[in-house]
């Protein structure tokens, strides 16, 4: 299936696709290009915030933003895969009988999952800037990728 069923599928039925993707096996390489998916899809995010930025201060071009944007999403995959291996350690204590990869896959679908959240607050961010507006769409994105991630870490640790 694609990404993006998978997305759609995951606001319905998160315990499906979180099943469907343990039952293939392990697979690293599938597994971190979810990752790189939704990586992908938070540095288009930024693109509208930046433009804004750069047409309001017009001495930090947009090409230096959108590189430290992307060096910084880059640098947040170690600590993705902390944050998985912590959810797992914590199901682990709490009696879950799941392993590492499960935790990953989790967490990297249920990103994968709020990315279209992550994609409105982006555009938000660049529309509007920063305010009410910004700060409810970007609580509703965090509250989807919370959901789905626990939904998901639970489906895998049975």
Partial sequence: ?????????????????IRRHLARGKSEPFAFSLLIAFLILAFIAQWPRLSRLATMTP???????????????????????????????VARAM??????????????LA???????????????GLLGTGLQATLVGSV????FATLWLIMLSEAER
């Fill in 95 to 108: 009696g879950g009988k799941g392993g590492f990869y499960g935790a990953r896959l989790a967490l990297f």
């Fill in 111 to 125: 990103l994968l999952g709020a990315s279209p959240f992550v994609l409105l607050h982006g555009m938000v961010l």
């Fill in 1 to 17: 299936m694609s990404v993006t069923t998978d997305i759609v599928q995951s606001w319905r039925q998160p315990r499906q696709v």
């Fill in 59 to 89: 001495e930090v071009p947009m090409v230096q933003g959108l590189v430290g944007s992307g060096l910084a999403l880059l640098a947040a995959i170690p600590l993705l895969y902390g944050l998985a291996a912590l959810g797992h350690l």
């Fill in 141 to 144: 994105a965090f509250a989807v």
